[in-house]
């Protein structure tokens, strides 16, 4: 109930994602204000476009009036000079008005006044017909121009339109520079974003309890830190900025159409709601096929995993063409879904855009021939307002684009925070004395389920230096003792209590309470490294004299030193280089040189050979020297030393006592220890005994 409340007090993935890209405020605000400035700069060029066509260009047929030859910026044609009629002077005084009036392709020179503009044509005698829309009609004589004469018309205003051409290309420029920039701050901003994402994911995954794991295969927790984090960046990378782009460049084209025209812009505004709403219906769709998809990919790389650490096994049964059965089912699932997203993406995609912008277009073109706009709009006006709809669909195409990327982005990161979710142990800082070892279990009861217990009032006590050995049959319990003991898992109130030097362990940090543990267990795991980083698995207080040492103690310095590189020796991963017996050396000096209080060795020697088994034997001593030991045990021979012997039954501590008084007793103990040292009962008998290394995850799936 508590957990139910703490998920609903959680805030939502969008949040979540929000306030990491908070983290990084300054630099995505300064973006955002380069953006803005960059599409400023962009949009001013429509409007240098449309004074350009109605004041230098389609301005020709504005009325020219008769000036005295050498007046600036005047024309001249057939022995007289001209200028237009919005370029005079007050001071300049002016003559005769003349026309110059485009018919299709064609200039015509007309003499005297024209009142008003129509449909034009050229009749048979050459004269230049006008027909208003109010059915007016006139004629005027009308003298074709030379593309020479036309040229001298259009001279006065080449200074004019290279000046404006010019200022438009540096605002290009300028532009251009503003766009890096912005795109610079927000892409480099969007990796910042992710690697924090993804150090606080790794980082997290070391607070984590060791049971978490038991139930999530490794490849499902590497597709989270991996696949979801890299979606997760895309989001920020991709989405966001064309989000962040397109929403500005949308509304500054919005604003920018109401001061080209607001009838105009009255067009275009529908646009806005109908991505919307496009948006909305496509996130309700893709966001079920998306989850699926994360999903299936998850299971892949979690069974890629799985089989690549089990691919001995796969092959000495002859499992590889059921492994690639059930490969392929996933692989399958996984194309069908994604085959679903494609079908969704093409149909939403470039066809809506295309289809939404050609109805603009043609509603605009229409109502622009039509009449309906053509007495307040200029061609200009006409002009600009096509490449501010061509620019505005830009980013619409950019912003539909990346909605699959989105929803993929989304479900991702929706993975990521909840793994991040878990409750985990945070991080103790500081240490502890180096304790006693004095180690008491007062009438514990576990179970990893609810009243399946595994564990079932186990009272023992150890005590500093001594020497305690856990014997019984697999699922006895032997393993859970000491997963409680490292605090692996805890037990719950009412099930009694383990003490560490008189205090509960559950009342100390879990970190601090590990520091003077150490642990060697019966496959010892060996980082990627060398076999000294092994030893002191990079820790800056151990130093390579204490490592070289700790080789020494436990008999492998000299077996190590044989090899090319001594003790720098690359290690591969898991060490598989290596053999058994040198991995179990490894394992055995990193847990001298951590110089632990309590020393846990779970069948240490029970995949080594014979020789080096008196290695490390010999090494024993040393290393139990002054430190509480628990040793699970399967060969029984190794344990006639111990000082204290328990017999495990389905939970309980059915015998105790030492070697002699336990043969002497004659119950479970002296059965085992006959079976195994009777002749040709061996092999049986490490079968009955024997039971996995990992032996929390066998009994919290088995509970028995």
């Not at 449909?119 to 030379?146: C, H, N, Q």
């Not at 089989?307 to 059930?326: C, D, L, N, V, Y």
């Not at 830009?394 to 909840?418: D, H, M, Y």
């Not at 394992?587 to 490390?616: G, K, M, N, Q």
Request: hydrophobic content about 45%; glycine content about 8%; proline content about 3%.
């Amino acid at each position: 109930m508590h957990d139910e409340k703490q998920m609903q007090r959680r805030p939502g993935t969008g949040k979540r994602l929000f306030q990491y890209a908070m983290l990084f405020r300054s630099k995505i605000i300064i973006a955002l204000v380069l953006l803005a400035l960059a599409v400023c700069a962009e949009l001013v060029g429509p409007f240098i476009a449309q004074r350009m066509i109605d004041q230098n260009i389609l301005s020709i047929e504005k009325p020219w009036h008769e000036v005295a030859a050498g007046t600036t910026d005047s024309a001249e044609y057939a022995g007289k000079s001209y200028k237009r009629e919005d370029r005079l002077n007050t001071d300049e005084s002016s003559g005769a008005i003349i026309h110059i009036i485009q018919v299709q392709r064609d200039y015509y020179f007309v003499e005297g006044d024209m009142p008003f503009d129509g449909a034009r044509d050229i009749t048979a005698d050459g004269k230049l017909a006008i027909v208003s829309k109010e059915g007016e009609s006139a004629s005027y004589l009308a003298v074709k121009l030379t593309k020479s004469e036309l040229y001298h018309f259009y001279k006065p205003e080449l200074p004019r339109l290279l000046k404006t051409a010019g200022m438009y290309l540096g605002l290009l420029v300028i532009a251009a520079f503003f766009t890096y920039g912005q795109r610079l701050l927000l892409l480099t901003t969007a990796n910042r974003i992710v690697q924090r994402m993804r150090e606080d994911v790794f980082a997290h995954i070391q607070r984590l309890p060791v049971y978490y794991f038991d139930n999530l295969p490794a490849g499902k927790v590497v597709s989270r830190i991996t696949n979801d984090t890299e979606a997760v960046r895309e989001l920020f990378v991709a989405v966001l900025a064309n989000f962040f782009s397109g929403i500005v460049y949308m509304v500054a084209i919005i604003g920018a159409l109401f001061l080209l025209d607001p009838h105009l812009a009255l067009i275009a505004v529908p646009i806005i709601p109908i991505l919307v709403v496009w948006i909305i219906l496509y996130r309700r769709r893709a966001g079920r096929i998306n989850e699926a998809i994360r999903s299936k990919l998850s299971d892949i790389n979690g069974m890629i995993n799985e089989s690549i650490q089990g691919m001995p096994i796969i092959q000495a049964f002859r499992r590889q063409k059921k492994t690639i059965e059930e490969f392929d089912e996933h692989n399958k699932d996984l194309f069908s879904n994604a085959n679903k997203l494609l079908s969704l993406n093409s149909l939403t995609s470039h066809n809506l855009t295309g289809v939404l912008r050609n109805i603009v277009f043609i509603t605009v073109l229409w109502t622009f021939w039509g009449g309906s706009l053509s007495t307040f709009v200029t061609v200009g006006v006409l002009y600009a307002f096509i490449d501010y709809i061509n620019r505005m669909f830009t980013p619409i195409v950019g912003i539909v684009n990346q909605l699959s990327n989105l929803e993929t982005a989304r479900v991702s990161a929706g993975r990521v925070f909840q793994l991040l979710d878990e409750p985990g142990t945070d991080v103790t800082a500081g240490s502890l004395p180096r304790s006693k070892g004095d180690v008491k279990f007062d009438n514990v009861s576990f179970a990893y389920k609810e009243d399946e217990y595994v564990l079932r009032n186990i009272s023992l006590e150890a005590r500093q230096g001594e020497t305690v050995a856990l014997v019984g049959h697999t699922g006895s319990g032997k393993s859970s003792i000491l997963n409680l003991l490292f605090r692996f898992y805890d037990i719950e109130q009412g099930n009694g209590q383990i003490l560490v030097d008189g205090e509960d362990v559950r009342d100390v940090p879990k970190q601090l309470l590990r520091q003077h543990m150490g642990i060697v267990l019966q496959d010892p795991f060996l980082f990627t490294g060398t076999i000294a980083s092994n030893v002191s698995l990079d820790n800056p207080t151990i130093s390579r004299e204490r490592v070289i040492q700790a080789l020494k103690d436990v008999g492998a310095y000299d077996m190590f030193m044989q090899l090319p590189g001594g003790i720098d020796e690359p290690v591969v991963e898991k060490g598989a280089t290596l053999s058994a017996g040198q991995r179990q050396l490894i394992s055995f000096a990193r847990a001298l040189a951590y110089d632990p209080a309590i020393l846990i060795l779970d069948e240490a020697t029970a995949s080594i050979d014979t020789e080096t088994e008196s290695i490390i034997q010999a090494a024993l001593d040393v290393l139990k020297k002054g430190r509480t030991t628990f040793v699970i045990a399967h060969r029984l021979s190794t344990i006639r030393q111990a000082d204290q012997i328990l017999v495990l039954d389905r939970g309980r501590i059915v015998e105790r006592g030492d070697h002699d008084a336990l043969m002497a007793h004659g119950g479970k103990y002296y059965d085992m220890y006959q079976l195994q040292a009777g002749a040709g009962g061996s092999a049986n008998a490490n079968a009955s005994v024997s039971e996995p290394h990992n032996e929390q995850a066998a009994a919290a799936h088995s509970h028995s």
